[in-house]
């Protein structure tokens, strides 16, 4: 089974193909696995997995990577899917941008949203910063340990981060267009709050428009809305606009397929199939009436899918599932994962 991409969707999927003994491998354009979780934002905490009350999103990855482990799924990261090709025998060839060829009777789009730009303010020297005082996403927080901060953006990741980084920068400052915020209530009371106990510099119905500095950024220009306020010079050593990205189906949006607003329509009330026979989305990146955009949605899709994969990768077998309480985790690295049986004790 080949995936397009190595998220958190893929590499569960790996688990599930896994417990019925098919072989797996993984293309991602990113260098490691895990997609955004691991390039965008591997520090923020998830509160919606299952069994776990708050996980960060790398260490969700790491947990993954573990339980796949016994699976032994190939990888070929760093290259982009880019062409896909029907074989005689049914067969698909997967080519990447590097050229590199992948062979399999099923493939597995798991590429979540996409490739994603960020989407930048419209500030003319924007460009000569990055890298050295701007950036579009928090990696590691660390790297604002005692720096002076200026955040644009409403929405749940500027108030997140703002909030966040409160104990890490020696000064946070948040800009907003307006007033109102996009964010959780939760958030935008936290933030308040921070802001009344002057942890936050809240600056509303503002942008900033210049950025100042040499070989690094050295301040910002505040405009305000109201025309009778005067312009915020800020002295600043890091300028973080989070205006979301921009998802990109890429070279996949040429394979053939059924797409609608930038996903991959499937076949939801059987086997998350795409118009191509063959060919299965999952995750983030496909659409049907009702989707939830979930991690755990993907989770259960990748299930389903695998269920019905087998079927068309193995005509004419029948598979029984078996619970994995039941059953256990038989890896194909020979590792053999079961619950204690108990004993029980006859009385005489």
Same mark, same amino acid.
């Given at each position: 089974? &080949? ?9 569960? #999927?790996?688990? $599930? ?87 399999? @009777? /099923? ?11 960020? *989407? ?6 924007? %460009? ?13 927080? $660390? ?22 980084? #409160? ?9 907003? *267009? *307006? ?8 958030? /935008? ?57 921009? @998802? ?8 053939? &397929? ?20 063959? %060919? ?37 077998? *029948? ?9 256990? /985790? ?12 108990? /004993? ?5």
């Amino acid at each position: 089974m &080949l995936i397009i991409g190595a998220g958190p969707t893929g590499l569960f #999927t790996v688990f $599930e193909a896994g417990l019925l003994k098919l072989k797996t491998h993984l293309i991602d354009a990113l260098p490691q696995p895990g997609g955004q979780c691991s390039e965008i934002y591997p520090k923020k905490p998830i509160y919606d997995i299952p069994a776990f009350p708050e996980i960060l999103a790398g260490t969700l990855v790491d947990n993954l990577m573990e339980q796949i482990k016994p699976f032994e799924p190939g990888f070929t990261l760093g290259e982009r899917a880019e062409t896909l090709d029907k074989l005689e025998d049914g067969s698909f060839v997967v080519t990447t941008n590097k050229g590199t060829q992948h062979n399999a @009777p /099923v493939v597995v789009i798991a590429g979540g949203l996409g490739s994603f730009e960020p *989407r930048k303010p419209p500030i003319e020297n924007i %460009v000569n910063f990055e890298d050295t005082g701007v950036a579009y996403m928090i990696k590691d927080p $660390e790297v604002y340990r005692d720096k002076k901060v200026v955040i644009s953006g409403g929405g749940d990741s500027a108030l997140d981060w703002a909030i966040f980084l #409160t104990d890490v920068a020696s000064e946070v400052t948040l800009v907003h *267009r *307006r007033d109102e915020f996009r964010g959780a209530l939760d958030s /935008v009371e936290k933030a308040a709050e921070l802001a009344k106990l002057g942890k936050i510099k809240l600056i509303t119905k503002a942008e900033v428009k210049e950025l100042h500095g040499k070989d690094q950024l050295e301040a910002v220009v505040i405009k305000h809305t109201d025309k009778e306020k005067e312009d915020t010079y800020l002295e600043v050593d890091n300028f973080i606009p989070l205006f979301g990205l921009s @998802p990109k189906l890429g070279p996949i949006g040429d394979w053939g &397929l059924d797409i609608h607003k930038n996903a991959i329509k499937v076949n939801n009330a059987k086997d998350y199939q795409t118009n191509i026979p063959g %060919v299965y989305a999952i995750g983030d990146v496909n659409t049907y009436e009702g989707k939830l955009k979930l991690i755990l949605s993907g989770f259960h899709e990748a299930a389903v899918m695998c269920q019905y994969a087998y079927q068309q990768i193995n005509p004419g077998k *029948r598979y029984v599932m078996k619970y994995t309480t039941v059953g256990g /985790v038989e890896g194909f690295d020979g590792s053999k994962k079961e619950a204690k049986k108990e /004993v029980v004790q006859s009385i005489a």
